[in-house]
């Protein structure tokens, strides 16, 4: 399959670098160079410019790709912007990260495929971890 990651910060370079692990075909977008060269070698391609310019989105091919992952964390604007032009133009399949409250229910109006909330799906994790390892200390330690 084909994706496209744009935001390529820890999140984002973990979903491509993953997805690429898997044996998917990858396309990384960053406005930062650091970002780009530090993922360039273990993805398919990776460009530098700021995807909420409407013009630098032409170069990526959405038409050809299975999904997009909007990972930007850190700038809000451009995180709505580029998810509002994915779906002007057609995007089947877009996955988006919120950063809060009010930017999960913004990208809820644009009926995406999925929101995605490292922080939450991450802190929500490490409960049930701990939670299981409690129940099996009570369970092999006999104490209630």
Known sequence: MKYIVIGL???GSAIAEGLSRLGHEVVGVDTSENRVEA??????TAFIFDASDELSLNV?????????????GENFGASVRVTAMLKQRG?????????????????????ID????????????LVDQLGVAVKMMRLHFGKD
Do not use: M
Request: no cysteine; glycine share 6%; charged share 25%.
């Open 9 to 11: 910060g820890n999140y």
């Open 39 to 44: 993922i360039k070698d273990k993805i398919a």
């Open 60 to 72: 990526l091919p959405l038409d050809s790709v299975d999904a997009v992952i909007v990972s930007i």
């Open 91 to 111: 995007v089947k399949h877009i996955y988006a990260r919120a950063i809060d409250s009010v930017h999960r229910a913004i990208l809820e109006g644009f009926g």
């Open 114 to 125: 999925r929101i995605l909330t490292p922080e939450e799906y991450s802190a929500k994790s």
